[in-house]
Nanobody
Framework: QVQLVESGGGLVQAGGSLRLSCAAS????????MGWFRQAPGKEREFVAA????????YYTDSVKGRFTISRDNAKNTGYLQMNSLKPEDTAVYSC???????????????????WGQGTQVTVSS
């Protein structure tokens, strides 16, 4: 079992930046692939970015490529999502998730993640 706690959300103007953090409760954080997903009001949850256990492989949805960067610090049991050039359409609740089953790479499917944080609100004003 692992608990995940997100932080770093907030209100920002379009073009601004935010850095989300995902703190894991267990020292075995390096044994989990990690993903970030978001859900806007009235919409389905969607994949944003994912990173492999070691951090050597990253994946992004097309709409955030070149603007968002996923990373992790296994020594600190923490994952990050750096979000630059934010747009109003990025407004959503952002959640991090951990997958202990995948040995290589990281999934873009929310159903393949076993552990989830509570989410943090990101609001981008125009």
């Amino acid at each position: 079992q692992v608990q995940l706690v997100e932080s770093g959300g907030g209100l920002v103007q379009a073009g601004g930046s935010l850095r989300l953090s995902c703190a894991a409760s267990r020292r075995t954080f390096s044994a989990y692939a990690m993903g970030w997903f978001r859900q806007a009001p009235g919409k389905e949850r969607e994949f944003v970015a994912a990173i492999s256990r070691s951090g050597d492989s990253t994946y992004y949805t097309d709409s955030v490529k070149g603007r968002f960067t996923i990373s992790r610090d296994n020594a600190k049991n923490t994952g990050y999502l750096q979000m630059n050039s934010l747009k109003p359409e990025d407004t959503a609740v952002y959640s991090c998730a951990a997958d202990m089953l995948r040995l290589r790479g990281a999934s873009i499917k929310s159903t393949e993640y076993q552990y989830w944080g509570q989410g943090t609100q990101v609001t981008v004003s125009s």
